[in-house]
């Protein structure tokens, strides 16, 4: 049973452009999170995709846009990225958008320059 | 009220001994509470959950203590040893404005020396 899974690991892009990451869920969950995690940081929640739809939002600004697939997988895009969006960004799945057990992936690490 | 505190930022555990973590939360809404294990370069992976009905849960050599009252949590490690060392985060989630949304604490960086 394959877990989380996050593509690509690592990315470096250059300030003002734009950035997508994927995620699968694990096998059975419908419920995906995004977070942000900065160095020496605990993750810090961005949103939730539940059939397909935004369910919860963090406190990130509107540069920060996602997607859900009809077969549960998530995309998050950042648009006109900023240095300090550099970042480990980690994909949780969940069943049911409940508080339940989350599982994440290894996360895409995001250097901007 | 958002918030969840955890201490220590740090801690040096000699190998055998007890690792204890403690996290506190101020929304009385929450009702879940889990505990992450985070490897260098890796996502977090869930090690231990807990919710408010029960006052500890034990699973192998991690025990979860819950004090509703003092809106307290902790994370015990029993016999540690090198293979746990890792950063720990304690998170909270629950309530309407928080339903799957986990909020985590500052993390505790655990060494265990042989």
């Known amino acids: 049973d394959a877990g989380v899974t996050q593509s690509p690991t690592h990315l470096i892009k250059t300030r003002g452009q734009q950035v997508t990451l994927r995620c699968s869920p694990k096998?059975?969950?419908?419920?995906v999170s995004w977070y942000q995690q900065a160095l020496g940081q605990g993750p810090q929640f961005i949103f939730q995709?539940?059939?397909?739809?935004?369910?919860q939002r963090g406190n990130f600004p509107d540069r920060f846009s996602g997607h859900q697939f009809p077969n549960y997988s998530s995309e998050l895009n950042v648009n006109a990225l900023l240095l300090g969006d550099s970042a480990l960004y980690l994909c949780?799945?969940?069943?049911?958008?409940?508080?339940?057990?989350?599982?994440f992936g290894q996360g895409t690490r995001l250097t901007v320059v | 009220q958002q918030q969840v505190k955890q201490s220590p930022q740090s801690l040096i555990v000699q190998k055998g001994g007890i690792s204890i973590i403690n996290c506190a939360y101020e929304n009385t809404a929450f009702d879940y509470f889990p505990w992450y294990q985070q490897f260098p370069g890796k996502g977090p992976a869930l090690l231990i959950a807990?919710?408010?009905?029960?006052s500890e849960k034990k699973e192998g050599r991690f025990t979860i203590s819950f004090n509703k009252s003092a809106k307290q949590f902790s994370l015990h490690i029993m016999d540690s040893q090198p293979g746990d060392s890792a950063t720990y985060f304690c998170a909270a989630s629950g309530g309407s404005s928080n339903t799957g949304k986990l909020i985590f604490g500052q993390g505790t960086t655990l060494q265990v020396k042989p």
């Open positions: 995709y539940y059939e397909e739809e935004e369910r």
């Open positions: 096998s059975g969950h419908d419920t």
């Open positions: 949780a799945s969940s069943l049911d958008r409940g508080n339940t057990e989350a599982f």
């Open positions: 807990i919710r408010p009905d029960v």
